[in-house]
């Protein structure tokens, strides 16, 4: 499906643009550490350290350099006695700790295995679904496209947030609503097969948890509210491609119409399709994190969980909230950006198109 | 000569929103096997409509409304006789009164359409080969046991439909459609074929492409070759090489052709018989010589007439004075529709002119009271009859 030109193109574009060689180092950067998170965290990241007289109080460390001062009132000999403490960043927590002294960064490098997975898993359900319900409706044409697209617009008239909550509401009895799936590095570690020579962190990784919680109930919910994207774009498409030539041809061979849809109207539409992929990513990995700052993923290690709840430490310290936050900028920035190069390599005249 | 499709009162209409289109309209016509039948006529006059309502591809808001398409097929006019006498006469079978799914099942193996413009005839994402081994494909599996699924699909199953949209590699195309496909390019005079065949259309020329287009029509083995204005898009020389191409392949194969153009160089160099179109109607038929040197109608007189001439340099060619009328059924009225048109109009005109037998030959009709009776200056339409 790609050709050489494609190719070609792909790579003129990306030369030129500076803006698509940041954005795609930073999405590298951020798939690989993410992806391989048992390697890089450096401590497990649900590891509490808030000092139970045989360890050290870790809690609300700032990051280095950083230092926090706070008015403590203690009671000595029997009198208040008000006293300034200083709290000083340590090298071994590079962002900070939270108010279990739990290590942030390794908690947004776990965190972002969450929103990516979301975010890949979740355009890829919505493309599933929304590209064959948009070709369908723009090839048929008529009474079939009034009530499948009519159906997309009942969707569009919700808000996506108002309308993920209440789907969320409505799915997340089922049994599925989080997945806890093993750690394929966790388990590789532990495991007699692979010998320890070919994992030089194999102890490191062998500490970290063992598994990761994959949101279901989210995934599909943010699937679902995001097909209508890909089946209005697709619909655009199947409708001028219809008109071509080369479908009449068809026709008059005798060609089947699921095969004129593979065949034909599928390949000519791809590329605002890959376009709107990727801008999706952004948006659903956004929406994730809009579900997860409100309580309804299911899970307590993600980026917009952890906004929640260093928000409501943010008078104790700022980077608690920040630092997943800027995780979260990076990556819906790091997307765009590669977005952006996809549209103007594959077809300059299109515009992106995303609900966000 | 063995008749082989025999169109009668073919009426095709078109019901958009600003009223009913009446783009073809009562058409009739028979073509031998093996000879080269002509339509032609001015732009939007409904010779493509024609073409297009043959294979049934007529789009929405088209609709085939009346008329019936005899084309002969004695194997299945065999098998449907007992089931479905009315649409069986003699070894002719009628593809209107036949079952839809039967139809389709006809469509590559009766008819195949030759498009105007080569360049956009093609899907630019698949290689030339692969679109001609797909028309070979399809006639396979039309010609297959419809009752064995394993027959139809030779093990492409819903999985492999799945893949083969993914992957490019798993692409549906048999070793014996691609020798197939190669083997038709070669037919049609493409030089290298086995290479070209890996090409993308945007690597052919249009002459080439329309080659291929012609390779990809002959590759379902067709009773009719429809080619609709096959030389419109393409240079001057690259044309006199397609209708030789379109000749040759007559001349080997005996194949049947529906040329339809609106270039009477075209028909004259090619055709054994023409049909005249005029909105929507077929208003003069007849052989070559009919139409070209003993035609009737003032249409096709006019037509000819607007020809240019070599061996004369000097003079105006003579067009014919207005337009095709809107073929919108609320404006079209109770008459010869050229009337308004015509230098030799007559008080008659006003009332619709049947097919007339020309010279009493059955094989030479006009839809002109001039078939009957000589011009009458004395009943001719004042000038201005249609301007108010």
Known sequence: ?356 | MTEILRVEGLTTRFFTDEGQINAVEDVDFRIHEGEIFGIVGESGSGKSVTALSLVDIVEKPGQIVSGRIWLRNPHLADSIRSDNPDAVDGEMVDLRSINPRLRRALRGSAFSMIFQDPMSSFNPSITVGEQIAEAVEVQRRAKANPRSTASRTQGFGLGQFAMATVLPSKRFVTPAGRDRAIELLELVGIPDPAQRAEEYPHQFSGGMLQRAMIAQALASEPDILLADEPTTALDVTIQAQVLELLEEIRDRTNMTILLITHNLGVIARTCDRVGVMYAGEMVERGTLTDIFRDSVHPYTQGLIGSIPQLDQVKGRLQPIPGNVPSLRAAELGDRCYFADRCPKAMKRCLEKPPMFDVDGSEKHRAKCYLAEQPYDEGDALPEDYFDG
């Open chain 1, 1 to 356: 499906m790609i050709s050489a030109r494609l190719r070609r193109s792909l790579k003129r574009e990306f030369r030129q643009s500076r803006m698509a060689q940041v954005g795609a180092l930073i999405l590298v950067v951020i798939f690989i550490t993410t992806a391989f998170a048992p390697f890089f965290a450096p401590h497990d990241p649900t590891e509490q350290r808030i000092g139970t007289g045989t360890t050290e109080d870790m809690s609300y460390l700032p990051p280095p350099v950083f230092s926090t001062t706070e008015n403590v009132t203690v009671f000595e000999d029997g009198e208040r006695v008000t006293r300034e403490v200083t709290t000083q960043g340590n090298w071994s927590f590079v962002l900070g700790t939270d108010r279990h002294g739990r290590d942030i960064l390794s908690r947004i490098l776990y965190g972002g295995r969450v929103s990516l997975s979301v975010g890949l898993v979740g355009a890829a359900l919505a493309a599933l679904i929304g590209v064959p319900w948009g070709l369908a409706a723009g090839f048929a044409g008529g009474r079939v496209d009034d009530t499948l697209m009519r159906w997309a617009d009942v969707m569009l008239a919700f808000p996506s947030l108002v309308l993920a909550i209440a789907l969320v509401g409505i799915f997340r009895g089922t049994p599925f609503h989080t997945r806890a799936i093993g750690d394929p590095f966790v388990w590789a570690a532990n495991s007699d097969f692979v010998p320890n020579i070919l994992i030089p962190r194999a102890g490191h990784v062998a500490e970290m948890p063992e598994s990761m919680t994959f949101p279901v109930t989210v995934t599909i919910v943010v699937a679902l509210v995001n097909t209508v994207w890909f089946a209005r774009v697709a619909r655009g498409e199947a409708i001028s491609v219809r008109e071509e030539d080369y479908i009449k041809a068809a026709r008059s061979m005798g060609t089947g119409k699921l095969t004129i849809l593979r065949k034909h109207v599928l390949p000519n539409s791809m590329t605002p399709i890959i376009v709107l992929a990727t801008i999706q990513v952004a948006a659903i990995i956004l929406l994730e994190s809009a579900l997860s700052y409100l309580g309804f993923s299911g899970i307590s290690l993600s980026w917009g969980q952890d906004i929640q709840r260093g928000q409501s430490d943010l008078r104790r310290g700022w980077w608690m909230a920040t630092m997943p936050g800027l995780a979260i900028v990076a990556a819906v920035v790091a997307v765009n950006l590669v977005g952006d190069w996809l549209r103007d390599a594959l077809d300059p005249s299109i515009e992106g198109e995303g609900g966000v």
